[in-house]
């Protein structure tokens, strides 16, 4: 097992420490860091709140939730490179959950349709028409073709309750791949069984080819292609969770529209990753979760898109094109509390919503999209992301040839073809001694069982000298776990 190929010749350590500082020094985004409450070493060692747990900086002060220390030590700065699982906290995230609180508590049911004069927050009524427009652009979509609502898994049964209509006779198959994430694969076959059918008649589920890591994308539409007169729907996933992989989102979605199969993507692990344009791609529609690369939190509010040709109401208020699912809040909001029997959607992703969505949810979701916003979006992360994902790999590269031959890289070597994440498959009977050596350091990873670890430099908060003390890190937890072994 080797890392990638091509490696060049190991410079001195200070050589590349100098290189990420300069990288650090250059980067117009280094500010957005400062934003962030990054847990340190002794953070990461803690087993109770830290002091001052309950008192917090109602600003994006560097003091972060440490309102009493001048500054953090440096020498305690923990690693974070765990954003694809869960995102870090925006400092700002308090201030926006504490005027909510003071809203509900000055308030109560007012806060409702009452807006405050110096509340930057929405009334709770509008909190998820805000929470659209915030996420549109993220996205790559019109407002009316997003909605912030439920969660991840719920929002994708209700795209295929509404738009996955099988013909056992006809088009009945969902295609899918093996690897996806497990969440995907529940709700595909429990939606298959819905209908009464087989998942090991209805269901595609193929592997990479010739024991690949990637899914090219060629294949994919091979697959597409072989059952394409029996297919309803494919979903497939942005970027695959296990490898990092960011799939040609609009090339496969051509060429499976143009079958007639309606597409579905999960973008868990792409949206605030990479940037979208889901409108003019032409996607049919989209699910995604908040608590990733979008900071939203544990567990946050979800969201979903539905091109607006998939959207349309009838004149009369009805709905011809989908089996949808209804509840109050997708409900027409000028007659939504006039308590009517009678659904006339609200035109739009809107007009899938349920119920009323947590605002405290949507208060903390989009604190973090304020952040976005500040930031220039989408473009200006990505330029910094390829940049960090790039020297990451080359910091890996350079490390001794013994430690290179016990890991190899699953992610893909093209930059363009990468979100944020770097997947690392070690060598067996590696993983559980590199994980604890690493958190031991103060680095947080994840892992993947059997081998691997995933590895994701947030451009919003990680820097290039993130990526060289993980580096270090690793080099010494492997040589740690490799002594173990033996």
Known sequence: M?????????????????????????????????????????????????????????????????PNLKRKDPDDEGIYLVGNSLGLQPKRTVTRIQQYLATWRSQGVQGHFKHLEDSPLPTWLDADDRAAQMIAPIVGANVDEVAVMQTLTANLHLLMAAFYKPDLKGRHKIIIENKAFPSDHYAVETQIRHHGLDPADSMVAFEPPDSQD???????????????????????????????????????????????????????????????????????????????????????IGGLFVHERNSRIADDGGDSKDHRFAGWWGNDKSGRFGMRPGFRPVP????????????????????????????GGMQALRAKSLKLTSFLIEELNHLPEDRRSNWRMLTPSEPEARGAQVSILLADGLLDGVMKELEERGVLV??????????????LYNSFRDCWRFVRAFDAALGKALGDRS
């Open 2 to 66: 080797t890392g990638e190929t091509g490696a060049r010749p190991s410079p001195s350590r200070s050589a590349r420490e100098e290189l990420a500082a300069k990288l650090d020094a250059e980067d117009s985004l280094k500010q957005f860091r400062l934003r962030f409450n990054i847990p340190s070493k002794t953070d990461i060692s803690r087993t109770s709140l830290p002091p001052n747990a309950l008192t917090s900086t109602t600003n994006d002060s560097p003091l972060g939730n440490y």
């Open 214 to 300: 990637i899914l090219p994308t060629e294949y994919i539409q091979s697959i597409i292609a072989e059952h394409a007169d029996t297919t309803a729907l494919l979903l497939l996933p942005g970027v695959q969770y296990y490898t990092g992989q960011f799939l040609d989102i609009p090339a496969i979605t051509a060429f499976a529209r143009a079958r007639g199969i309606f597409v579905i993507w999960d973008l868990a692990h792409a949206v605030g990753n990479v940037p979208l344009s889901l409108h003019d791609w032409d996607v049919d529609a989209a699910a995604w979760c908040s608590y990733k690369y979008l900071n939203g939190g544990p567990g946050c």
């Open 348 to 375: 739009g992703a809107a007009g899938f919503q349920l119920s009323n969505p947590s605002v405290l949810d949507i208060t903390s979701l989009c604190a973090s999209l304020e952040v976005f916003s500040a930031a």
């Open 446 to 459: 994840d892992e993947r069982r059997p081998n691997v670890i995933r590895v994701a430099p947030a451009p």
